[in-house]
């Protein structure tokens, strides 16, 4: 099994499967890119913690054991990932459920679940949960603070736009079975 690690600071097309590659915008291989699934801080950390343990012999069976391991995971309630977009939208605008820990947390999941795709050229179906689940987490706070009138933000069409591009790209990878 080849793989495709080593990404240094940020990831770059060479350093990534050809059918990553081929499927990622360019928006994907810029880390300062917000909704990106290696975006600065628990994005990109998230991915270098992935390479790392591929490289130590992780399989592709046992993606949640590396998620488990991120600093940023195991804030949040497990249980808060099952419910309704709406509910926890209206839970972190009245401060239930920590806006930053659970954005963090969101980031994590992208960035491993399609990190995957881009060292091994295709998802687990566990991989593809993680990162559907942290693509949605995103956008749930997307509209929290497009909601909060003391931001002054509206929903970000670029970050959309990512947000709808990370989707696609799940969409094209192939399924690694088990």
Do not use: C
Request: hydrophobic share 40%; glycine share 12%.
């Amino acid at each position: 099994m080849k793989l495709f690690i080593g990404s240094g600071p940020i990831p770059t097309r060479s350093g990534s499967h050809p059918l990553f590659s081929e499927a990622a915008p360019d928006d994907f291989f810029d880390p300062s890119v917000r909704g990106g699934p290696f975006a600065n801080g628990p994005g990109l950390e998230a991915l270098q913690k992935l390479e790392e343990w591929y490289d130590a012999g992780g399989s592709d069976g046992q993606i949640f054991d590396v998620l488990s391991e991120l600093p940023t995971v195991g804030v949040i309630d497990p249980d808060v990932w099952q419910r309704d977009p709406t509910l926890l939208k209206e839970q972190i605008e009245v401060g239930l459920v920590d806006r930053n820990a659970f954005q963090a947390e969101a980031q994590a999941r992208t960035a491993v679940g399609v990190g995957q795709f881009k060292i091994r050229g295709g998802m687990t179906a566990e991989a593809l949960s993680l990162a559907k689940s942290g693509v949605g987490g995103q956008l749930v706070v997307a509209m929290v603070d497009a909601a909060d009138p003391g931001t002054g933000q509206s929903l970000d069409p670029a970050m959309i736009a990512t947000l709808g591009a990370v989707n696609r790209v799940v969409q094209a990878a192939r399924r690694i079975e088990l």
